[in-house]
């Protein structure tokens, strides 16, 4: 048992230091678009240099979580129940 408790340990910690890092990248993210905005190009116009919807670019601006992340809190919370 002990084995096993040392590595949730581990993943615990490992876990915590990956959700902080989203949250800067998600953050740095949101503050490119803002710049490319203000350098006058559009949302459309940035979906398609990235692959992505003018929806999923106004998202990145807003710096909401990516589906995969919300499918890993909903996740989180279910496991937690």
Same mark, same amino acid.
């Given at each position: 048992?002990? &084995?096993?408790? *040392?590595?949730? =340990?581990?993943? /615990?910690? &490992?876990? %915590?230091?990956?959700?902080? #890092?989203? =949250?800067?990248? %998600?953050? +740095? @993210?949101? #503050?490119?678009? /803002? =710049?490319?905005? #203000?350098?006058?190009?559009?949302?459309? +116009?940035?979906? *398609?240099?990235?692959?992505? /919807?003018? %929806?999923?670019?106004?998202?990145?601006?807003?710096?909401?979580?990516?589906?995969? +992340?919300? @499918?890993?809190?909903?996740?989180? @919370?279910?496991? +937690? %129940?």
């Amino acid at each position: 048992m002990n &084995e096993e408790i *040392d590595r949730i =340990k581990v993943l /615990t910690a &490992e876990i %915590s230091a990956l959700a902080g #890092e989203q =949250k800067q990248r %998600s953050t +740095e @993210r949101a #503050e490119l678009v /803002t =710049k490319l905005r #203000e350098q006058g190009h559009g949302l459309g +116009e940035i979906g *398609d240099a990235l692959g992505v /919807t003018r %929806s999923r670019v106004q998202q990145y601006q807003g710096g909401q979580p990516s589906n995969a +992340e919300r @499918r890993r809190r909903r996740a989180r @919370r279910t496991q +937690e %129940s």
